[in-house]
């Protein structure tokens, strides 16, 4: 069974950078694309960004270019790094599996999820 | 990007109801449809992917259908463990990948 799990640091100065890194076991983190998707308290999920072992990725216009994902495949780890945070930052954040087949993708595995705070 | 409109934001039902929920897309998204159940506190969980397809494990009360821009998840008979807030997602090839803004379905 793939599990997946967030680690990182749960409170954050702004202006600061975020480092979050989400570790799979139970399967190769090189097959797939690997997604981070974010909600804020009380709010809906906004998708962050996808990165692929490949070197493939895309991320959210809305994050104006503050967001790098990155694969480890030797450690079956990816990251997210989020620079020049602001309170709006504030939010859960989740890693999950992006599975495609049938003519169709889906995200199939997901991490328990991290509260991150911005806060001085 | 593609825009998804969920319809109710919230829904009082009973044990037992039939319950439905719509999704309508800015453009249409075919098959690139998901749905997903949260509980408080948890990740979401898969239920339909491909708009109509239950995913593994999943109780079958619960079902997915349409196409082009219009989308419905359908809950057959209400049990206690589906109250929760549901959202709708389309991974098309051109992401952003986007969601619905969540149905909260809570007890009447």
């Known amino acids: 069974q793939v599990q997946l799990q967030e680690s990182g640091p749960g409170l954050v100065k702004p202006s600061q950078t975020l480092s979050l890194t989400c570790t799979v076991s139970g399967g190769s983190i090189s097959t797939y694309y690997w997604n981070w998707i974010r909600q804020p308290p009380g709010k809906g999920l906004e998708w962050i960004g996808y990165f692929h072992s490949s070197g493939r990725s895309f991320y959210n216009p809305s994050l104006k270019g503050r967001a790098t994902l990155s694969v480890d495949t030797s450690e079956n780890q990816f990251s997210l790094i989020l620079d020049s945070l602001t309170a709006a930052d504030t939010a859960v954040y989740y890693c999950?599996?992006?599975?495609?087949?049938?003519?169709?993708?889906?995200?199939?595995?997901w991490g328990q999820g991290i509260l991150v705070t911005v806060s001085s | 990007d593609i825009q998804l409109t969920q319809s109710p934001s919230f829904l009082s039902a009973s044990v037992g109801d039939r319950v439905t929920i719509t999704c309508r897309a800015s453009?249409?998204?075919?098959?690139?449809l998901a749905w997903y159940q949260q509980k408080s506190g948890k990740a979401p969980k898969l239920l339909i992917y491909?708009?109509?397809t239950l995913q593994s494990g999943v109780p079958s009360r619960f079902s997915g259908s349409g196409s082009g821009t219009e989308f419905t998840l359908t809950i057959s008979s209400l049990q206690p463990e589906d109250f929760a807030t549901y959202y709708c997602q389309q991974l098309t090839s051109l992401p952003p990948y986007t969601f619905g803004q969540g149905t909260k379905l809570e007890s009447k």
């Open positions: 453009q249409g998204i075919y098959p690139y």
């Open positions: 491909g708009a109509s």
């Open positions: 999950a599996r992006e599975r495609c087949t049938l003519g169709t993708c889906y995200f199939d595995f």
